[in-house]
């Protein structure tokens, strides 16, 4: 059998009942963060209120929520939506060797089509977002090198074969129909590495919008009989020649396909930046709370990079003055800074004015980076910071972060999180709602119809 078909037997035959506890308790906190932080960008996010102006004046059957708005529309238009708003805040889990955020994709392609269809339980949304997420996962782990080399940006590429595995699922695609949805996606998936070099653009904010879409739309045509390719993925002309030049690790792409679901291997994020800074959001609040040092002490500090994460860097001076919110939380002179000044990193300190704040910014001018050639990938997540001040310097390393799946965040401190996204919603959630709606999807699975008892009695 061919990889693409061994992948997509996989994805069509498994069922909720094949999943760990552990896989189906980290895929419905997955759940509650996605919807989170698809709450807070409803008002903070770049850009995110064009593609729902689009999504209403386009019209059509109210089939889908656009999550914060309480208003329905088309179900590609939903996944459009939601998919931009999901990782307009970065501030959803990742996978820390993987290099993807694969929710910010596949639940927003997942409750489009649960909704659209109708009578979807939550234990087959559940199962949808598990086998999205574990493919996304698997496709980057594979690819060992960086896309950035060949001008790809990789995310959100691998991201769309995810939602597309998802929203296949809850339309039942059988094995042929999954190789003609891959292929399809195939045909539609692109994001390009040149936004990072582009301070002003907000592509990096709301990209996932263009993958949760073409993953709904790819499966809604293989339902409609669109025959694609019979190797999507490593065929002659395939994925991995066309975005990765042939190079990828096939046993990382199938090592314990069906017995660990790599979505349940995710950091959930405390702060809300790239998980790349992250290292260095903790070192700065141990430096800062250990050795009560205060911003204006501070005459020097440095950072030491994965060569992974050398782009929140560079180039230097653009970093120092983010222009948007989603450059500066691709910015570690940035958040660094911000770390040291409010000793923490919240919602907030990306805000227009807090991007201004002439403190914050002669704190990041202090910022110089080195990076460690001699680091793995897998070391990615880690870093270390030094910062001098006229009493000494001050040396924090930090291998994983808080969040990390070995420094987890608690349960309770994720719905902490949720609640304090909920209050930026575009129509106010009261607290006894939000109540609810965590109480609904930390018992997702018993859960009978996700369009009635979660999306619209969880007042969404």
Known sequence: MSLSGELAKHISSVRYEDLSPCTVEMTKRTILDTLGVIL???TLGEGCSAFVKLAVQSGGPRQSTMIGYRMKVPALQAAFVNGAMAHAMDFEEGHGEALVHASAATIPAAIAVAEAAGQISGKELITAVALG???????????????????WYMPPILGAFGAAASAGKLLSLNEQQYLDAFSLVLSQSTCSAELINNSQSLIRSV????????????SMLAV?????????????????????????????????????FEGANVSFKPWPSCGGTHAFIEAAMRIRN?????????????????????????????????ATAIDAKFSLPFV?????HYGNVGLDHFAAEALQNEQVLKLADKVVYQIDHAAARAEAVGGALKVITGRGAFYVKVDKPFGHPEQPMSEQMLMTKFRDCARYAERPLSDEHI??????????????????????????
């Open 133 to 151: 997420n574990d493919l996304t996962c698997r496709l980057g782990l594979a690819i060992e090198h960086s896309l950035l080399e060949t001008g």
């Open 290 to 322: 250990e050795y009560m040092i205060k911003p204006e002490e501070i005459t020097a500090v440095e950072v030491i990079v994965n060569p992974v994460f050398q782009m929140l860097c560079e180039p230097a001076q653009s970093k120092r003055r983010p």
């Open 40 to 42: 807070a960008a409803n």
């Open 224 to 260: 409609e009989g669109i025959s694609g390719f019979t190797e999507p993925f490593e065929g002659r002309m395939g994925f991995f020649h066309a975005f990765a030049g042939g190079r990828y690790n096939l046993l990382r792409l199938v090592e314990n396909l069906g017995s660990v």
């Open 207 to 218: 990209r996932d919008a263009f993958s949760a879409k073409a993953g709904v739309m790819s």
């Open 435 to 460: 109540d609810q709606l965590v109480e609904r999807v930390m018992n997702l699975e018993q859960v009978k119809d996700v369009s009635q008892d979660l999306m619209d009695r969880g007042v969404l």
């Open 336 to 340: 660094t800074a911000t770390a040291l």
